[in-house]
């Protein structure tokens, strides 16, 4: 939102785009600009372009190589396939080459923005170091862009105002949602919670739905008060 806090919210989209080269289920892949990337675009570029790209062994390494050449591959294809059809690079890592590892699948730090709903890198999960920015004139036409999007892990939202915090919480079709805080990490008291095509299977194993699945659940029925005997029989269920 444009009230959010800058350096707050660009140090999150940065770590949660970034993190793990986003090759992880809750990376943040897409961010939406109620009123325009314009203000955000200058710092979000020169805070991922500022990031180490190295191999994982390497002590100061602040992203990796992805996984494997096919999936560097898919990645690459799927900018460029924005790129040809509107996108515009705001910063393009497709052809970084790290000193000491000339043959690793690295892709660094790549920001598109222009994006919108009828590229494929909108309608797949890109899975890759690359962030998609979209703009929206309200938080209304924000929301309808996240919720039109078949992938449902999670959704975040920066701002300062709590009205708004509270419309994207109720309407935002997610299983998980930060406000001011990236996709939150299932943690042992918070279970992993997708929709859509994210969910797989019937429940959410983490969290109190883990507990649940392996509970037997028992109903006791107990009355203790002193009863009068007599020799008559009830067929009504105890009400008390």
């Known amino acids: 939102m444009p009230d959010a806090s800058v350096g707050a919210t660009i140090n999150a989209l940065v770590a949660a785009g970034f993190g793990g080269a986003g090759q992880k289920c809750m990376a943040l892949n897409m961010a939406v600009f109620v009123g325009g990337l314009g203000p955000w675009e200058e710092k979000l570029v020169e805070h991922a372009k500022a990031l180490k790209v190295t191999s994982g062994t390497e002590p100061d390494a602040e992203l990796g190589p992805v996984i494997s050449k096919q999936e560097k591959e898919r990645i690459i294809t799927l900018i460029q396939t924005g790129v040809e059809i509107g996108a515009k690079l705001v910063l393009d890592g497709r052809n970084i080459v790290v000193a000491g590892y000339e043959n690793g699948n690295f892709i660094g730090p790549t920001i598109l923005s222009d994006v919108t709903v009828n590229m494929e890198c909108y309608k797949e999960d890109i899975f890759g170091p690359v962030l998609l920015c979209m703009q929206a004139d309200s938080i209304e ?74 509970t037997q659940v028992k109903t006791v029925t107990q009355q203790w008060r002193d009863l009068v005997s007599d020799d008559s029989s009830s067929h009504q269920l105890p009400s008390s």
């Open 141 to 214: 036409e924000a929301i309808n862009i996240v919720n039109g999007n078949k992938y449902s892990n999670g959704a975040s939202i920066f701002t300062t105002s709590g009205v708004a915090a509270r419309k994207f919480q109720t309407e935002v079709e997610v299983g998980q949602v930060g406000i001011n805080v990236p996709i939150s990490v299932p943690l042992p008291f918070s279970s992993f919670i997708s929709a859509k095509p994210s969910f797989a299977g019937d429940v959410s194993f983490d969290g109190k739905a883990g507990i649940q699945f392996y």
